[in-house]
């Protein structure tokens, strides 16, 4: 059962262009929810998270909404670069449940010159 | 500093045969956590260490997966008699202590299992 999902295996866009990763979740126990990115042959760094009281959190390019009726998450990149190409991954934890990530399957981004 | 490092970087085993992966996590992080990921799949939770607390093996996904640790350093998840469904990339990840609030996790570049 799979409780956090990342329905779009693959996503393309062009530089300068927005990338828009989507996220959904089941488990509504989930209270932090994290963008991990990862390059091949690397493990994975954590980009950018949002705790359950807010509904946007900004860092610089990246932005990551939350839409806690819908349980849905999305992350925007703005601009898209080309060393954002990498395949980006949705994760969530409960409060209290010693951290530990459950993650979406993931979405491989591609930022074409 | 060093990040978190794993060994092998890359096994592989024939059916049947024990593996024992390493993980040296960042000095002083005192929470360290094994995934896995099999090809096409997410990370996948296997097991969580926390100080001298009880770990947690909730995700282990057989009695022939085990891992220990080492006080607040090393630490080897050990499959015996591999199958192969057990083929994937097994990643580490640190943080510092996990308990009242989200800790950033830092991952390791995983061992890659293969099982012939």
């Known amino acids: 059962d799979q409780q956090v999902k990342q329905n779009s295996p693959s996503l393309s866009v062009q530089e300068g262009r927005i990338s828009i990763l989507n996220c959904d979740y089941t488990?509504?126990?989930?209270?932090?929810f994290l963008w991990y990115k990862k390059y091949p042959a690397e493990g994975p760094t954590f980009l950018i998270s949002i705790s359950s009281i807010k509904d946007k959190n900004e860092d610089g390019r990246f932005t990551v909404f939350l839409n806690k009726s819908a349980k849905h998450l999305s992350l925007h990149i703005v601009p898209s670069q080309p060393g954002d190409s990498a395949v980006y991954f949705c994760a969530a934890t409960e409060g209290g449940g010693g951290n530990k990530l459950t993650f979406g399957t993931g979405t491989q981004l591609k930022v074409e010159l | 500093g060093a990040g978190v490092s794993q060994s092998p970087s890359n096994k592989v085993t024939e059916k049947g045969k024990d593996v024992e992966l390493r993980c040296d996590p960042i000095s002083g992080h005192t929470a360290l956590y094994w995934y896995r990921q099999r090809l096409g799949q997410g990370l996948e939770f296997l097991i969580y260490?926390?100080?001298?607390?009880?770990?947690?093996k909730s995700g282990l996904p057989s009695d022939r997966f085990s891992a220990e640790r080492t006080g607040e350093s090393v630490s080897t998840l050990t499959i015996q008699r591999t199958q192969q469904e057990d083929s994937a990339v097994y990643l580490c990840a640190s943080s510092l202590e996990a308990s009242g609030g989200y800790r950033e996790q830092f991952f390791g570049p995983g061992t890659r299992l293969t099982v012939l």
């Open positions: 260490f926390q100080g001298n607390s009880a770990p947690d």
């Open positions: 488990n509504s126990m989930f209270d932090y």
